[in-house]
Each structure stands twice: as C-alpha cells, then as structure tokens.
C-alpha cells in the first residue's frame, strides 16, 4: 500500500444551519472515517493520511438539477411579464401535470426569432411608437383604409375600444430583452398594422386591406369576423375573394401569402364557424382556442375548417394572454380566439424564418403533419381519418408545436407539396329535392375524382360542399358528409338563433377532416330536419362537391404519422412515451367555477376602471332590456335597494334586445345616449376578444 498525503478545505467550518449537523463529531467520523491532523485547523484545512487500495481516473458528468421544470425558462428574458406567459413555456413544477407550452423556446435557441418576416395585423391600427413593438414596426406593412393615410395609429377614445389590434401585434413582434411587458413569439420579426376597422367597413376596404402590399407582406393575421351572434351567415364579398385569390398566387414571388384567421367565439350562442366564410375559406388558417386547462373554451364555435389550435384564456379563473397594450401599457388580459390567431401567426413566422420558400400550401401540410392530438385528448369528439389523421371540430389537428413545425420545415428535410388539383363532381340531372321538418335528404355521390384527367386528385386536402338550399327556419338545418374511407363530416350543425327563412345560396361548406384521404368511392350527404317544428319546409335546389387535392401523395405523407406523448420532458428534451389507448370521445371534464378571480396585471388602473363603468352600465341597460322583454308577470322581483339580476339563460335574449335601441327610448335610464354612442353605432364587425361580454357574464353571476 502506498501513503500520500490530501490536503481540503474544512467543510465543517460553517455556522449555517443546513451544516450543523456535520459539526459533530460522531457524523464527521461516520462520513469520514480518517484521522484528523491537530495541526491543520488554522486555515481550516486537513492533512489526511489515506492508504489507497485502488485507483480510478474520474471523468466529469453532466447532471441537471431536478428542480421545478421552469427554472431553465424563467430566466431567459429580462421581461417583466415574460413569466406569465405560460403558453410560451414549461412552467409545471412537476412532470405529473400537463403540459402548456406551444413549443417555441427550443425554435430560439437555434437562434430562429422571426427574423427578416414580415407580419401585419388587420385590425383597428397599431400603436407603433411603443416601446415593446416600436423596434420591430415596419412602415411598408402598415396603412390606415379609415382615414385613407400610411399612418395606422389608432384612435384613443375614453374606453379603448381600439386597443385589439395593438394587443395581437405584440403577441406576435414584443421585444425581447428590452424590460418592458412580454416576448413576441416572433420576437424578431417585422410588424405593421392595417386600420380598417375603425369606421365603415366595406368590401372594398377589406379587399384592400387583404391585398395590401402581397410582395412585401408575408404573414396577414386577422382576429375578427362576422358579428358571432348565432345567426349571421356572411363571407368575402366579390372584391375580398379576388384579394385572397390574387394574394395566394400572387403573394411572395408566387409562393403565396398567408392568411391567419380567428375561428370565433360565438360559442355560447351556438354559433358554427363553418358559416362563416372567411374561417370557411381554403386560403385561411383557421385557428381556435385551448384553454390553460386543456379544454374547448367557453366562446370557441366547432366547424369542419378549423385547421389547428393555439392557447388563449378560459373559464373565468383561468390566465390569459399577455401582449402590449394602449398608452405604453401592457397587459394580461388578452382573450378569446382573437389571441389564438396571433400566436399562430407569429410560429408561421418562425416557420418563414428557417425556410422563406415554403408555399401557402406547404404551410397548410405543415399546420397539419405537427398539430399536437394529445394535449387536448380529453375533450370529446375526437376521430381518426382514413389517412390516419386525429381531428376535432374543435380543435382541428390539436394544439400548435412550434418545435416540431420548424423541424419539419427545414429545406434540408422538407419537400415542397405537389402541383394543386381541383376535381368538381356534380350531377347535372340533379332535382331539388324536397325536405321537411323531421325529414332527412341522402344524395350519394359516386365519384372517380377526375381519374385518368390532368386534375385528377387522390390525396386530398379542403373539400368543399357548395349548395343551395331554401328552407323555412335555416338554423335547424344540419348537414354531414361521410367520405369514402368513412369518415363522417359535420359541414354544419344546428343553429338555435338562426331564424332566418332566407337558406343558402351558393354557399361553400368547407372542410379539412378528410385530409390525406384518397376521394374515389362513394361521398353520402346527409341533410336533415330534427327539431319536431312541423311548419318547416324547404328544398335542396342544386350542389356540387369540389376536391382539393394532389395527383401524386406528398412525400411526408408516405410514411404514417406518429403521435407520441406531448406531456414527456421539457422544451427540447422532450421524449417519447407509449400513448394511452385512444378513446374516441371521452367525458370531458367540467371546468366551473362560482367566482372569478380578479388577476392583478400591468394595465392602468385608468384602463381597469374604464373597464368596469362600462360593464356596469351595459349591466343596467341589459337589465332594463329584461324588463321589457319579459312579461310584467314573469319579470324577476327586487326591492329597492337590491340590484336586479337576469336570470342566466335570458342573458342573450335582453342582449339582442338591445340591438334595437330604439325601443329603449322611453326607458328612464340616463344611460340610452351613451350606449348608442359607445355600442350600437360602433363598427359592424366585432372584435374576437370576449372580455367585455365576460365582465357582464361575472357581474350578472355574482350573487348566483
């Protein structure tokens, strides 16, 4: 044996707690079994004398803390509010709860943040000068249709009623590093705004504004729509259609512009996005919502086009989304579908980023190849295609994986899609057919789609079912379409508020649920009457089914697609797990709750209190709409010192019954001049943002 001698440092030397334990002697001789040298303790140092009995050359190992799982993500930014963006990150502090994180950090560690992309957000302007977004404003993306200037600021009135558009761009282009509100997702990227909302809209300003600048222009995010009440079925006008048309073989040097659209957030009302034409188009990217807790939220409609999903806020307990706001402020707030599409927006970004030449199409395979199932797996209705593909109404293809798009994206591995086809199949001989209450019309619709001719399509991507149907009571229509590999397709679903008698006329039910499919076979649709109104009647005048598709199978589709577990690791050590067994429609879970939680954020509390005055006065307008609604017998008791409370299934009714304000000229309510100047003569298009209409829902709940 040979002796030698080691000197340490004393580890005993330490008056902190967490070492008192060691100052014992007794441990100190169980843990080191060595004789002490006296002599050493002047600079708290040991001579050990050690008879070796082997030896062993030590390498160093790389060990990372099991901590809580954020502690890699938290310190990223200098940003104040960049750990409230919980979409943005893994912030769980245990691997056993899910996962909310749309992937983005591992895309900028590859240093992919959006550069050289531009982005501009159709809305009500853009407030350019503030801090967070001023470094990544571009002028040449940017116009006002309202006033007709390039100035796209927005107009500042007491309420900041204008503050949508300022909200979805810093989704998309916050700066980073900069300490002021949050991160965008493309946080390097280019970003102007559109003022179009502010005012009349027309076909021509939305055309303009869709067409805007398609060279120079990439990315066109748009958080709004027609009015989501239920009842409206309205797309593009004619000018609007040849802009998306023009934008798409036009845009980008040909390679096509790309249009992001917020699905709607009429689900309350029991609206169907699949009335809607602009989330219905084949040109747009249509995305709903997720909740903080994996669900289908409460304002988000279900239609056969939504292509994909992005986070945004929930039930009323649940964290929103931060962006920038008006007068320099930020804010957490953010809601509804219309924080979806931005945040989809700026990942598309980051896609354009690591390969510009991707087309508008090969977006579209991409949006659908990475979409995530299993986050969302337990919400019902989910089914798998004959391509093998999970889809929900809900949700489209799942929940964006910013990582796995990009991946996927890289020139290196992609492979740009094939030519695009178009198959048109339609029955010349056709009859309308008649149809009435509790009745149901099959047409079965044999097709080769257009084999052995220059369109010829047997990899499908949108199908396109466009009718005309006169009907008594439109919303009680509902109409599927089950494909040849035998998926069954809602094109659209029961409307209880759509009284209208006026049907469809041309109109294109679009969907993407058979993606992938090969369309020769038989096409069954079914359109049917259930709702035992005996006085409904109507016909199916004339249809004709349109394929979209290619004649050849594009090449990431030649092997199947692999869900794995989107719960496993963290950002980009994320691992594989063998998935639980697929249920189809599994009992989603009940996310209630009896009251909001009041979040403290960053806005002015001016903005706060603003907030509230309107909410409390559109509360007693509602209530005085009630009043008239109801029978004097039927209408809710009070005293005079209680507040009268609507009863929640009535909430819609009084609120439609203000759209026609004029009946409340004779109410005593001071309130009348006010709410026609700030409600009813604002723009006709609503903005996707459901905070107003959730601040009366929680006012009118609080004493249930």
Avoid at 68 to 86: H, I, K, T, V
Avoid at 283 to 308: D, F, M
Avoid at 379 to 396: D, E, I, Q
Avoid at 650 to 664: G, I, R
């Amino acid at each position: 044996m040979q002796a030698f001698t080691l000197k340490m440092f004393d580890p005993f030397n330490t008056s902190g707690s967490d070492f008192k334990f060691l100052s014992k002697p007794e441990t100190r001789k169980q843990l080191f079994p060595f004789k002490q040298s006296k002599k050493s303790n002047r600079f708290g140092m040991y001579i050990l004398y050690l008879h070796l009995r082997a030896c062993e050359q030590q390498y160093e190992k790389k060990r990372t803390k099991r901590s809580a799982l954020r502690d890699s993500a938290e310190n990223l930014f200098n940003d104040p509010m960049w750990n409230q963006q919980w979409y943005l990150q893994d912030t769980r502090v245990t691997p056993s709860l899910p996962k909310l994180d749309l992937h983005v950090i591992p895309v900028w560690q590859k240093g992919i943040t959006g550069k050289s992309v531009v982005i501009t957000v159709l809305d009500d302007g853009l407030e350019w000068n503030h801090t967070d977004i001023y470094t990544n404003y571009d002028p040449e993306a940017s116009y006002d249709f309202n006033d007709n200037d390039h100035d796209p600021f927005p107009r500042y009135d007491p309420t900041n009623e204008n503050k949508h558009g300022t909200r979805c761009a810093g989704e998309i282009a916050m700066q980073a590093n900069n300490k002021k509100c949050g991160v965008g997702v493309a946080y390097n990227s280019r970003v102007g705004g559109i003022r179009m909302l502010d005012g009349i809209v027309t076909d021509a300003i939305e055309a303009s504004s869709i067409g805007f600048n398609p060279e120079h222009v990439d990315i066109y995010s748009a958080s709004w729509g027609p009015n989501d009440d239920g009842k409206t079925v309205e797309g593009p006008g004619r000018l609007a259609q040849k802009a998306f048309e023009y934008g798409i073989k036009q845009g980008r040097n040909g390679k096509g512009s790309i249009f992001v659209w917020a699905s709607g957030n009429g689900g309350r009302q029991g609206d169907n996005c699949d009335c809607d034409g602009y989330t219905d188009s084949i040109y747009t990217i249509s995305i709903s919502s997720a909740s903080q807790q994996g669900l289908s939220p409460w304002y988000a409609e279900k239609c056969s086009s939504t292509l994909a999903t992005a986070y945004s806020s929930g039930d009323y307990t649940d964290q929103r989304i931060t962006s920038a706001d008006l007068h320099n402020e930020c804010t957490e707030t953010h809601t509804g579908t219309s924080a979806s599409a931005p945040l989809a927006a700026g990942i598309f970004a980051l896609a354009l980023d690591a390969n510009p030449n991707l087309t508008w199409r090969d977006m579209q395979h991409l949006v659908v190849w990475t979409s995530e199932y299993d986050p969302l797996a337990n919400n019902p209705g989910w089914k798998k295609n004959g391509a093998g593909l999970m889809v929900n109404s809900r949700f489209g293809f799942g929940l964006l994986n910013a990582k796995a798009l990009v991946d996927l994206a890289d020139p290196k591995i992609w492979k740009g899609v094939p030519e695009k086809k178009e198959c048109i199949v339609k029955d010349n001989s056709f009859e309308p057919r008649l149809l009435r209450a509790n009745g149901e019309v099959t047409i079965e619709i044999p097709t080769k789609a257009c084999e052995g001719q220059e369109n010829s399509v047997t990899s499908l991507e949108h199908v396109q079912f466009e009718a005309t149907i006169e009907y008594s009571r439109r919303g009680d229509l509902h109409v599927t379409l089950t494909s040849p590999s035998g998926t069954n397709t809602v094109l659209l679903a029961e409307r209880e508020r759509d009284k209208s008698p006026n049907g469809f006329k041309n109109w294109d039910f679009m969907s993407v649920h058979t993606w992938g499919e090969n369309p020769k076979g038989i096409w069954t649709l079914r359109i049917t009457d259930v709702s035992r109104r005996m006085q409904n009647e109507g016909r199916i005048v004339n249809w004709k089914l349109i394929l979209h598709g290619t004649s050849t199978q594009p090449e990431h589709m030649k092997q199947p697609r692999v869900y794995t577990s989107y719960n496993a690791v963290q950002n980009d050590r994320r691992g594989v797990e063998k998935m639980a067994d697929f249920v189809e429609d599994p009992t989603t879970q009940e996310n209630l709750s009896a009251k909001p939680k009041v979040t403290e954020g960053t806005s002015s509390s001016t903005d706060k209190m603003g907030d509230k005055i309107l909410s409390e006065a559109m509360l007693r307008l509602l209530q005085s709409a009630f009043s008239r609604h109801m029978a004097q017998n039927r209408a809710p008791k009070k005293t005079p010192n209680e507040k009268l409370n609507i009863p929640y299934e009535h909430f819609y009714q009084a609120l439609e019954k203000l759209n026609k304000p004029s009946q409340l000229k004779d109410s005593e309510d001071t309130l009348y001049s006010d709410y026609i100047d700030l409600f009813y003569n604002a723009k006709p298009y609503k903005h996707r943002d459901d905070r107003l209409l959730q601040a009366l829902v929680d006012i009118l709940n609080e004493d249930n």
